[in-house]
């Protein structure tokens, strides 16, 4: 059974550890994600991005697709179902379709409308017993056309959402979607610490997770961070290993070119980039 966010980054920032939050673009994504989480008997978010959720024929094809392989694939540790960088409309379509957790991400709107909007959402899914990610200044990089620039957050405007009582806090600290560019000037660390001094309890968000080097995530975690998205890093697996399977030429070979052939090298290699990321994180034996 889907269960909101809220308990394991709860825990999780208690015990100084972040749970990851992996977007999810098919079956196979999905599969690799639980079945490492249940290996590992680590908490998970499956993170769905409004475009993976138009790709995956919308919001109620995903919540049927996990729901049916909670029970078929027999997982015990907590998962959750989480809308990335929602929309305003997006995150009430989740709502109704099932998912457990949403994010709004309201941070391109003026600091009023991001207020007046996620206010209405915490009501939403408190009711509901959802947790809610909200977003203060934008991350750089792009994802699924939203561009950023790397930017900070306020600390103050933090604040001012973490007190309208959402689940958890995704902050900009100078971190980015995507590839990392050469020139990349690190995490803002005293914002991150203000943000944390100021927000208190509450779970803290990174986003943009690939790329950014093991010391620096584990320094956010001591800061506060208890959930870290990670999305490019399980892509650029799973495109290597296909590339490589082909190039070898092995899709010529008897039935290679059967799709569960094709993709399952793909697939090892998303679980290898999970196992490795919740290692990382400090999630294994937390469920």
Request: net charge negative; hydrophobic share 40%; charged share 25%.
């Amino acid at each position: 059974m889907l269960v909101s966010a809220k308990d394991m980054l709860n825990k999780a920032k208690a015990g100084k550890y972040a749970v990851g939050q992996f977007n999810i673009n098919n079956l196979e994504w999905t599969k690799a994600i639980l079945q490492t989480a249940e290996e590992l008997k680590s908490p998970v978010i499956l993170g769905v991005s409004e475009g993976a959720g138009k790709y995956m024929c919308g919001y109620k094809t995903v919540v049927g697709m996990i729901n049916g392989m909670l029970e078929e694939l027999n997982i015990t540790v907590p998962v959750a179902l989480h809308l990335d960088h929602g929309s305003y409309e997006g995150a009430k379509k989740c709502i109704e379709a099932g998912f457990s957790s949403v994010m709004f991400d309201g941070s391109h709107y003026p600091i009023e409308e991001n207020i007046a909007k996620t206010k209405e959402l915490v009501e939403t899914c408190n009711k509901l017993g959802l947790s809610l990610e909200a977003e203060v200044g934008a991350i750089g990089g792009e994802e699924d056309g939203v561009v950023g620039n790397g930017e900070v957050a306020d600390p103050k405007e933090c604040k001012m959402i973490a007190d309208l009582g959402v689940t958890m806090l995704a902050a900009g600290i100078g971190n980015i979607h995507g590839k990392y560019p050469a020139n990349w000037a690190g995490l803002s660390f005293d914002t991150l610490a203000e943000i944390q001094e100021l927000t208190g309890t509450m779970p803290l968000v990174l986003h943009g997770g690939t790329g950014i080097p093991a010391d620096m995530i584990k320094k956010a975690i001591s800061l506060g961070v208890s959930k870290i998205n990670v999305n490019t890093e399980c892509q650029l697996a799973f495109a290597e290993a296909t590339r490589k399977y082909i190039e070898a030429g092995k899709d010529l070979e008897g039935k290679g070119f059967d799709p569960r052939k094709l993709l399952a090298d793909g697939t090892a290699a998303i679980k290898a980039t999970v196992k490795e990321k919740m290692e990382l994180f400090g999630s294994v034996g937390k469920a």
